[in-house]
């Protein structure tokens, strides 16, 4: 029987299991630049990693002393949702990833429920998690609070201290650290020592990673 330092791994969503990080970039910035700011994409990028979008309004209200429309947030839902009919596609690598655990495996994000749901079946992931599904909006504090991450353990009746979690920004990674889980730092978009100052083991893929949990299993 195989044994391993680990009983659940926890993924985060966005910038984990699908590439849309870039996709709600592309859509704020768009609309900022409509309404007459322009900003620059790279840095927002890096800037708004992992952030609910009520972060990234906040944070811009008080750098650019602008206040939203009140259609700003419904209009960029819609218009995410519909550039991520056309062009969102799972992290390079995930399914191997994922099809290689041998314990099982859940999603928490900061995102709602049905934006999650519609994300995984977007791109072809649903199969792995079913409704092992977690949302931050649905516990009192979202990331970088510890609350969906223990309430993932809880469900599956396993401590943080067996449980991994597969994140991408320094919020998830504070969380993780927080909820007292072994996290792991995907180093697409924010810095490998940015996210190994904030507690995480970066890597740089999903094969690496794969790699680095076959290890574990003896």
């Known amino acids: 029987m195989n044994t391993t330092s680990f009983d659940l791994v926890i993924f985060d969503c966005d910038g984990v299991l699908v590439d849309s990080e870039p996709l709600a970039n592309k859509v704020y910035v768009q609309m900022l630049a409509e309404l007459g700011h322009q900003l620059d994409y790279e840095a927002t990028l890096r800037e708004f990693s992992g952030a609910a979008v009520f972060k990234r309004?906040?944070?811009?209200?008080?750098?650019?002393?602008w206040t939203p429309p009140a259609n700003f947030l419904p209009d960029f839902f819609k218009r995410l949702a519909e550039l991520s009919l056309r062009e969102l596609k799972p992290v390079n690598g995930i399914r191997q990833l994922v099809e290689s655990l041998p314990v099982?495996?859940?999603?928490?994000?900061n995102g709602a429920r049905d934006e999650i749901v519609l994300r995984l079946k977007l791109a072809d992931l649903t199969e792995f998690f079913g409704d092992a599904i977690f949302s931050g909006l649905e516990v009192p504090h979202p990331k970088p609070a510890p609350d969906v991450f223990l309430a993932a353990?809880?469900?599956?009746?396993?401590?943080?201290s067996r449980c991994i979690v597969i994140e991408d920004s320094v919020p998830g990674v504070t969380a993780a650290v927080r909820a007292g889980m072994r996290v792991y730092g995907h180093a697409a978009i924010?810095?490998?020592?940015?996210?190994?100052?904030?507690?995480?083991?970066?890597?740089k893929d999903m094969l690496e990673l794969k790699r680095i949990l076959s290890a574990q299993t003896v």
């Open 153 to 160: 353990a809880r469900a599956f009746n396993v401590p943080p």
């Open 57 to 65: 309004i906040e944070a811009t209200s008080q750098k650019l002393n």
């Open 104 to 109: 099982p495996a859940c999603v928490a994000s």
């Open 190 to 203: 924010t810095p490998v020592d940015v996210l190994r100052e904030a507690g995480a083991i970066p890597f």
